[in-house]
């Protein structure tokens, strides 16, 4: 038997669909999923649902993030490698600008990776 959603009244004055844009804020922000959820619960919103939505946003947060890291950590190895093969033979490309940004990147994704509650 499913369970009735919550008018807007009944969560604070927010619809459940305000509320998942708030959670998903939040939780880039770095708040903990638990604090967003039992927020959400504190308003009116069934405690599974509440919970559930948190742990999905936090599951697409850190996936996102995974793969930041992923191509930008991939980037900075190539781009190092063909600099590096660059300075050995005396001549060809170097990637000066393939390297910071990939270093950028693979710095930002760790520490988005470590703020995800």
């Known amino acids: 038997m499913s369970t009735p959603t919550p008018t807007p009244d009944a969560l604070g004055g927010r619809s459940p669909r ?5 959670a998903h804020t939040a939780i880039k922000r770095g708040v903990a999923s638990s604090e967003v959820a039992n927020e959400m619960v504190a308003a009116g919103m069934p405690t599974h ?8 946003l936090l599951s697409q947060e850190r996936k996102h993030a995974g793969l930041v890291l992923a191509v930008c950590g991939l980037w900075f190895l190539v781009a190092t ?4 093969s660059a300075f050995g033979t005396g001549g060809g490309l170097i990637w ?11 710095i930002y994704g760790i520490t988005k990776l470590t703020r995800l509650k």
């Open 96 to 106: 000066y600008g393939g390297v910071i940004c990939g270093l950028v990147g693979t």
């Open 49 to 56: 649902e509440a919970f559930a939505i948190a742990q999905k």
């Open 18 to 22: 305000q509320w998942e844009a708030y």
């Open 81 to 84: 490698g063909v600099t590096i």
